[in-house]
């Protein structure tokens, strides 16, 4: 068969899950906060609730048009849908992975666990406060990193007061834990 008239794949062909998975430590769990878990859920449900079908009712009006093939609302309608059902699809694997660790529980401890926000000061003088989330709630604008990034696992069991060694591309560099505070536990 003559090359030209095979198709070839493009990227909304493949069965691709949307973005990939970040990896987890070997034998990890996927740990989220209940906030994450419940925005994911959200997001999720908006999807299959809402989003999903009202596409499915734009394309299924859109072919009841006659001709597809110059079919803007069709075209655009079958694209959004393959969009949806992957993100769909990537929600689904998260969420059925997601390990709740609600990081109240550690609420007045000094030690650094999952969820905490910590304030440390490095050997340049420089003082941050990161906030150690989940890999899927992460908000690098809002000063949180996730539980499997480096400074986060550098500064995981530590205590106020503790330097910790943290791996750069520059060097080892040396971290003093100044603070450390949890979310007040809710009064249900």
Excluded: C
């Excluded at 905490?116 to 420089?126: C, D, F, I, L, R």
Aim: charge should be negative; glycine fraction near 8%; aromatic fraction near 6%.
């Amino acid at each position: 068969m003559n090359k030209a008239f095979t198709k070839e794949p493009d990227a909304s062909d493949d069965d691709d899950d949307g973005p990939s998975l970040p990896p987890l430590p070997a034998g990890g769990k996927n740990y989220i906060t209940p906030a994450g878990y419940a925005r994911l859920r959200a997001e999720f449900m908006q999807l299959i609730d809402e989003e999903r079908p009202k596409m499915v009712e734009v394309v299924h009006w859109a072919a009841s048009n006659g001709d597809r093939s110059e079919n803007g609302d069709y075209l655009y309608g079958k694209k959004r849908l393959r969009e949806i059902d992957r993100r769909i699809r990537f929600l689904t694997k998260r969420l059925d992975i997601a390990e709740v660790a609600d990081p109240t529980l550690h609420h007045g401890s000094d030690q650094i666990f999952f969820g905490a926000t910590v304030t440390y000061v490095n050997s340049k003088g420089e003082e941050r406060t990161v906030t150690i989330k989940g890999i899927d709630e992460v908000d690098h604008l809002a000063g949180e990193v996730s539980w499997v990034a480096p400074i986060a696992r550098a500064l995981l069991k530590a205590r106020e007061g503790d330097e910790v060694s943290l791996m750069t591309p520059g060097g080892v560099e040396t971290l003093e834990v100044l603070e450390v505070h949890y979310p007040v536990p809710s009064r249900a």
